[in-house]
């Protein structure tokens, strides 16, 4: 059930009118009233005696007896509660209920023997009803309506449980602005599947992905196609910023600006410069290593970008357990520049899911923690890495590197998901968890063929290496090894420890190495993770080369089918 308390107005009458009207489309049915402060009060919608100027007058008289001066300007309050998709739909009583308790708890009528505002709830349409008050209590003075907007969080959440609907998460103030129902309703005059405030953000947030400077944010935003405002001091610094699509116009034809404020907390000039501002007195990061702070290569193309994204991503998951919380916040902000970067270059198959995956991540990334961006060197060189590497392929080295970084940013959104679920950000970690789903299935899309040519290779290999290499996984990770030896992917990484081995590496201590650093357990497929990690940790190429392995055939392209058939997801 989702309450949203609006900005309180001046004019009863005119809120009103609209919700007992027939709506801006047509989709107002049935107004009518469900509960009010006065059983005995009328209701225009179903008593033709009744008019809106009769219960305009009725709320509106402990407002009109206050002498002028002493009335507020702003007094009428309104409060409109929707169910969540997929509810039930509530009858009458159930929604008069709901508003009597809403209105208790937001302290516009506490009941109880206690002076309260008049009120009237307008059910129009089977999914959601309003409220309306007028802020002027029956003795004359002000509610208690601090903070009404949390305290109608926290009722919503009882209810919720009261009347057996979804269990949505409290929010906490966080989260981008929602398009508002104009803007949807504009959005589908125009044919565009989002809003125009929705498609700013995302170019915005693709814009800061691994910009080092803020000359470099703003070419990004010009080359996009953006119209953009600049906001400068009498002095001529660059105080905000403004942006607008060139086909979002107003009435008058003019063009409809949004600030960066506007669009998401963390998109405002001065947020964004924070993550420039570089650190003079670097530290190494807690829990990364030589990998994370010395692979930070330049990219010379799209697999190498993906290589070096992957090298950042797992220094992250070190940081993000092992970390103080403004670094890890830090993190979780960078992770979603290599989100919006690798979607922005992938291959069409996994755009899609990136996609998805980059816009729920961005909500995890944003809370009430201070974000320190001093530390985050690693994960925004590989966003801008693979900005500058350009789009993959999606097939040979591309499309492995692609899943080997999907592989680990996967275990970084469910790292987020635990951290932000430590610290009761409901928001956070549901939409941390959300956006590993989208990247599971990106996985999918991604790793089978270069998993179906290991896969191959494996099977082809001489019987007595392959039971070398499984004693070398029953030697690094007994508790898993029959688990491992079982999985179809076993005979991927077969080939995997047989390349490590003749590029001079021991396999059971890479394979001791790749599982000391994180837990297994919850992986669907550990022998696919083990892959990922042994060839990442021994420098392999990502997939099969023409001096060790085959190309990918059509009886290859079966057998990388056959594992996810027979497994299920592969994460």
Not at 148 to 165: F, H, M
Not at 287 to 292: L, S, V
Not at 539 to 547: G, K, Y
Request: aromatic letters at 4%.
């Amino acid at each position: 059930m989702i309450p949203k308390i609006n900005t309180p107005g001046t004019r009863t009458i005119g809120l009103l009118a609209y919700l007992y009207g027939p709506g801006k489309h047509e989709e107002h049915t049935d107004p009518h009233l469900v509960a009010s402060f006065d059983t005995l009060s009328p209701d225009p919608g179903r008593d033709t005696a009744a008019t809106l100027k009769d219960l305009q007058l009725l709320l509106d008289q402990p407002v009109q007896a206050l002498a002028r001066h002493q009335r507020p300007r702003r007094y009428v309050w309104h409060c409109s509660v929707r169910a969540a998709p997929g509810d039930r739909t509530l009858t009458d009583d159930e929604w008069a209920n709901v508003a009597r308790r809403l209105v208790a708890a937001t302290g516009i009528d506490p009941g109880s023997g206690e002076a309260g505002c008049r009120w009237a709830a307008v059910r129009h349409a089977d999914d959601h009803i309003h409220i309306i008050a007028t802020l002027v209590r029956e003795d004359g003075g002000r509610p208690d309506d601090y903070r009404s907007g949390k305290r109608a969080q926290a009722e919503c959440r009882l209810i919720e449980s009261d009347l057996g609907l979804t269990r949505l998460n409290a929010g906490d103030g966080t989260a981008a602005r929602r398009p508002t129902t104009a803007e949807r309703h504009k959005a589908g005059r125009t044919n565009r599947e989002r809003t125009a405030r929705e498609e700013l953000r995302e170019t915005v947030r693709r814009a800061v992905a691994g910009a080092e400077t803020e000359t470099e944010f703003f070419d990004r935003l010009t080359r996009s196609g953006l119209l953009i405002r600049r906001r400068a001091a009498p002095s001529g610094d660059l105080l905000g910023y403004t942006v607008a699509l060139p086909e979002d116009r107003n009435k008058y034809g003019d063009p409809v600006f949004y600030s960066g404020s506007k669009l998401a907390p963390d998109l405002s000039l001065p947020r964004i410069r924070k993550r420039f501002t570089p650190n003079p007195e670097q530290k190494q990061q807690p829990g990364a290593d030589r990998e994370g702070q010395t692979r930070l290569r330049p990219a010379h193309s799209p697999s190498s970008a993906r290589r070096a994204a992957t090298d950042a991503a797992w220094a992250a998951v070190l940081v993000i357990d092992q970390g103080e919380d403004g670094l890890v916040a830090g993190q979780l902000a960078a992770a979603s520049e290599v989100l919006d970067a690798l979607a922005t270059t992938s291959a069409a198959h996994t755009r899609q899911e990136l996609r998805e995956a980059a816009a729920t991540f961005e909500r995890a990334s944003r809370s009430h923690l201070r974000a320190e961006h001093h530390h985050t060197r690693a994960l925004r060189r590989a966003a801008r890495d693979l900005v500058h590497g350009g789009p993959a392929l999606g097939r040979g080295e591309d499309g492995a590197t692609t899943a080997m970084a999907i592989d680990m940013l996967f275990f970084l959104a469910l790292a987020a998901a635990n951290w932000h679920a430590r610290r009761h950000h409901a928001q956070q970690s549901a939409a941390a968890r959300q956006a590993a789903d989208h990247l599971c299935a990106a996985y999918q899309n991604a790793a089978g063929p270069a998993l179906g040519a290991l896969y191959q290779r494996g099977r082809r290999l001489a019987r007595p290496l392959r039971e070398r290499q499984a004693a070398a996984v029953r030697g690094a990770v007994p508790h898993l090894a029959e688990r491992v030896l079982a999985e179809p992917g076993w005979y991927a990484l077969a080939a995997t420890l047989t390349d490590a081995q003749q590029a001079g590496h021991q396999p059971t201590a890479l394979l001791t190495e790749a599982t000391r650093r994180r837990e297994l357990d919850s992986a669907e497929s550990v022998s696919d993770v083990l892959v990922w990690r042994i060839r990442r940790l021994a420098d392999l190429p990502a997939t099969t080369s023409p001096a060790t392995g085959t190309p990918l055939s059509s009886t290859a392209r079966r057998a990388a089918k056959a594992p996810n058939q027979q497994e299920g997801r592969t994460r």
